[in-house]
């Protein structure tokens, strides 16, 4: 019923910038908050940034300054933009969307994107 999409990512050289996409799509009335987590294989996975539907960001220590999420809620989009990448950033990245709800009645579950590789080279 409900999708997420990811695109973006790939090789980029330390220092360099990238931007990831997260489309949901399907039967959605309203989705909550939407995020990026990330994580090494054998690791846990952890979380990169996230936003509310009113546009109140977090994010990690380590990606502070250097990142930032932005949402689109009409095309139920939630971005990524990634700059001063380091080699510690490599990972694969998740997008989440938080609580989605299909109709005004329904429980809200929680769905992730199919994950997209970030490597930076030093």
């Known amino acids: 019923q409900v999708q997420l999409v990811q695109s973006g990512g790939g090789l980029v050289q330390a220092g360099g910038s990238l931007r990831l996409s997260c489309a949901a799509s399907g039967s959605i009335f309203s989705i909550n908050g939407m995020g990026w987590y990330r994580q090494v294989p054998g690791n846990e996975r952890e979380l990169v940034a996230t936003?509310?539907?009113?546009?109140?960001?977090m994010y990690a220590n380590s990606v502070k300054g250097r990142f930032t999420i932005s949402r689109d809620n009409a095309k139920n989009m939630v971005y990524l933009e990634m700059s001063d990448l380091k080699p510690e950033d490599t990972d694969v990245y998740y997008c989440?969307?938080?609580?989605?709800?299909?109709?005004?009645?329904?429980?809200?579950?929680?769905?992730w994107g199919q994950g997209t590789q970030v490597t930076v080279s030093s």
């Open positions: 936003i509310t539907s009113g546009g109140a960001t």
């Open positions: 989440k969307a938080e609580n989605v709800r299909t109709n005004s009645w329904s429980f809200g579950r929680d769905y």
